[in-house]
């Protein structure tokens, strides 16, 4: 069964850093985008970043830039989402998801739950708190 793996959540002081993971079983990363998504308590869930196949091109939500940086190291097939300067508003849990793609679409920040990709993980839960 294809299923995402997240990791590298915490509990993290505004201004703290962490380095988010995203693995899968059954199947390997390296052939599609990934994306990132995240939901707060009561929120919606909405994307955060977004990594394509082709050149590696990095998309990020304004509340991401300038702050998390996306990476994909197809070796060890793993997509991380390096998290710094973080904010109380950061805090969600943070989940990885692709439909197949390779690249992502204008509209990556909607997620896809496309078959056989269609299902979430359990994601990893950040908090930031002093």
């Known amino acids: 069964q294809l299923q995402f793996v997240e990791s590298g959540g915490g509990l993290v002081q505004p201004g703290g850093s962490l380095r988010l993971s995203c693995t899968a079983s059954g199947f390997a990363l390296d052939s599609y985008h990934i994306a990132w998504f995240r939901q707060a308590p009561g929120k919606e869930r909405e994307g955060v970043s977004c990594?394509?196949?082709?050149?590696?091109?990095?998309y990020y939500t304004d509340s991401a830039k300038a702050r998390f940086t996306i990476s994909r190291d197809n070796a060890k097939f793993t997509v991380y989402l390096q998290m710094n300067n973080l904010k109380p508003e950061d805090t969600a849990v943070y989940y990885c998801?692709?439909?197949?793609?390779?690249?992502?679409?204008?509209?990556?920040?909607?997620?896809?739950?496309?078959?056989?990709?269609?299902?979430w993980g359990q994601g990893t839960q950040v908090t930031v708190s002093s």
């Open positions: 990594i394509s196949i082709g050149d590696g091109s990095p």
């Open positions: 998801l692709t439909d197949g793609d390779r690249e992502c679409k204008v509209d990556w920040t909607t997620p896809r739950l496309r078959s056989p990709f269609g299902s």
